[in-house]
Each structure stands twice: as structure tokens, then as C-alpha cells.
């Protein structure tokens, strides 16, 4: 089975920004659609974009449009997620998700703080 592996999170203040990388074993990866979530301490996991097994349809929720942007590289056996513009409020683990394939990543963990 394909397995998922985030890397690329880490502590930034507010305003600033990071790449979240997520890298599969296998070309399995490029069958699904990939789908990035994420979950805050004490909350739910929540969606937070998701993109085509070809790179097409983009999708991203509300509160990150236009600071977030999910692209692959199947060619490459990866994901990304790159996160500009941080809040507070994105301060959550983050995770990588091939919902065809049934798998996640491990998680990373993303902290915005002063």
C-alpha cells in the first residue's frame, strides 16, 4: 500500500510562510486525488484543499484562498501545499490524504506564533 509522508512544517510568526511537501512510495499516488486537512489542538480535522490526480481542480477552503496553493508532481511522487499569509489561526498538524487510495500521511506539525 502507498504510503505518505509530510514534511516541511515548522514555527513562523504571523505573516510569513512555508511549504508543506508530502512525498508517496509509490506511482499508485498518481490514481487519487490528493487533499490536504488539517487539525488544531482541540478541534476537529478539517479540509483545506484538495487538487485533481492530474494537477486540475484546485479547491481550497474559504479562510485560505488566496494565501494557500496545493500543486503535485506525479512525476515526482509528490504533493504540496504552499502556505503564505499565515494566521494564528493555521496553527494546526497537517495532513496529506489520497482519499481514492485510502491513506494518510503521518502529519506535520505547523506552528504560526509570536
Known amino acids: 500500500q502507498v504510503q505518505l509522508v509530510e514534511s516541511g512544517g515548522g514555527v513562523v510568526q504571523p505573516g510569513g510562510s512555508l511549504r508543506l511537501s508530502c512525498a508517496a512510495s509509490d506511482i499508485t499516488f498518481a490514481t487519487s486525488e490528493m487533499e490536504w486537512y488539517r487539525q488544531a489542538p482541540g478541534k476537529e480535522r478539517e479540509w483545506v484543499a484538495s487538487?485533481?490526480?492530474?494537477?486540475?481542480?484546485?479547491n481550497y477552503r474559504d479562510s485560505v484562498k488566496g494565501r494557500f496553493t496545493i500543486s503535485r508532481d506525479n512525476a515526482e511522487l509528490g504533493g504540496y501545499l504552499q502556505m503564505r499569509g499565515l494566521w494564528l489561526e493555521d496553527t494546526a498538524v497537517y495532513y496529506c490524504?489520497?482519499?481514492?487510495?485510502?491513506?494518510w500521511g503521518q502529519g506535520t506539525q505547523v506552528t504560526v506564533s509570536w
Open positions: 490524504h489520497a482519499p481514492r487510495l485510502h491513506v
Open positions: 487538487i485533481g490526480s492530474v494537477g486540475d481542480r484546485p
